[in-house]
């Protein structure tokens, strides 16, 4: 049996007359009663009555109908849903993010994801840059928000974000009268900064910068989450070198301020699998893309690179 025979003989059975329906379905009557018999024999049993003047359904016609509405109906739902699952809007997305992202990028990008994708299930997960190497590595999350460039066999990488950045200080600090701070004003300060195990590349970038400046940086304690970092300025424990964007996380007691030297830019990345085939992720990603191209400078982009050394790598 085939797909045509069912729409062949719900045709007849609405129409309850084999010219219509030939009418109907574009065909030529003799074709269409033989399709019909050829369905009766195979099924075994009559599925019409025929008399010179009326065509009538049986019983087991009666069925056939109802069933034969059921399959295509169930059918039409199976392409439906595999079309969208085809354009990425079904399925699921497990997303990593370093907890910086949710000043900057991520809220937008959920958010307009969200509206365009509601029957994308988004799973998040707050990582460092290292565990979200392992986590896509080992297909726990499908797509990373980073804080450094990944050079990793599998993985892709692309920066969605520039900044630059600016020092926070506690708010009774004596710098905080300054609209702008030098570095070298700060050689006899102490700092609060990522573990050099868990980011190595930031806290190296930060000491070669105090060193350029003519100084190594006190560190006086260590934080892995941006937050917890604030609030230890917050509390007095030291000054701490932040992207531009933490300014939109307000803490009593914290104040920020731009430095008067150029320094390297800080930047957020999106890293994915390069071979994963997800529509879901494919949109995402795709999405993320569009949603971030003014999150940044376009020519310091294009100047800089995800390569660039002055690219800032964080944690």
């Not at 109908?65 to 059918?75: E, G, I, K, N, T």
């Not at 896509?136 to 969605?160: A, M, N, W, Y």
């Not at 020092?167 to 070298?184: G, I, R």
């Not at 529509?279 to 294009?302: C, I, Y």
Request: charged residues 20%.
């Amino acid at each position: 049996m085939e797909l045509r025979h069912l729409h062949y003989f719900i045709a007849v059975a609405e129409e309850l007359h084999f010219s219509r329906a030939a009418e109907r379905l574009s065909i030529s009557q003799p074709p269409l009663s033989q399709q019909i018999r050829s369905l009766e024999d195979e099924l075994g049993v009559k599925l019409f009555e025929r008399t010179k003047r009326h065509v009538h359904l049986t019983e087991a016609g009666k069925v056939f109908l109802d069933r034969s509405y059921l399959v295509l109906a169930q059918l039409e739902q199976a392409i439906a849903v595999t079309q969208r699952i085809g354009r990425g809007e079904v399925g699921q997305v497990a997303i990593g993010f370093v907890g910086s992202a949710t000043y900057t990028v991520l809220p937008n990008i959920l958010s307009v994801f969200r509206e365009q994708f509601p029957a994308v299930e988004l799973r998040l997960h707050e990582l460092t840059t290292q565990e979200q190497i392992q986590a896509l590595h080992h297909k726990q999350v499908d797509v990373g928000i980073v804080r450094s460039v990944i050079i990793e066999p599998g993985l892709s990488t692309e920066c969605v974000l520039l900044e630059s950045i600016i020092l926070a200080l506690p708010e009774t600090h004596p710098l905080s009268a300054q609209t702008k701070v030098s570095l070298s004003t700060l050689a006899d300060e102490s700092f609060i900064l990522f573990p050099a195990k868990m980011g190595p590349i930031f806290y190296e970038q930060i000491i070669n910068i105090c060193q350029q400046a003519g100084f190594r940086p006190k560190v006086a304690q260590e934080a892995v989450q941006m937050q917890t970092i604030i609030g230890l300025v917050a509390a007095g424990l030291g000054i701490a070198f932040v992207p531009a964007s933490l300014q939109n996380f307000h803490r009593s007691g914290v104040i920020y301020r731009p430095l008067q030297e150029q320094t390297p830019k800080t930047g957020l990345y999106l890293t994915w699998r390069q071979h994963d085939s997800s529509p879901a992720v494919r949109a995402f990603l795709s999405l993320a893309r569009k949603t971030t191209q003014g999150e940044s400078n376009r020519d310091d982009r294009e100047q800089l690179g995800i390569n660039h050394p002055y690219c800032l790598q964080l944690m």
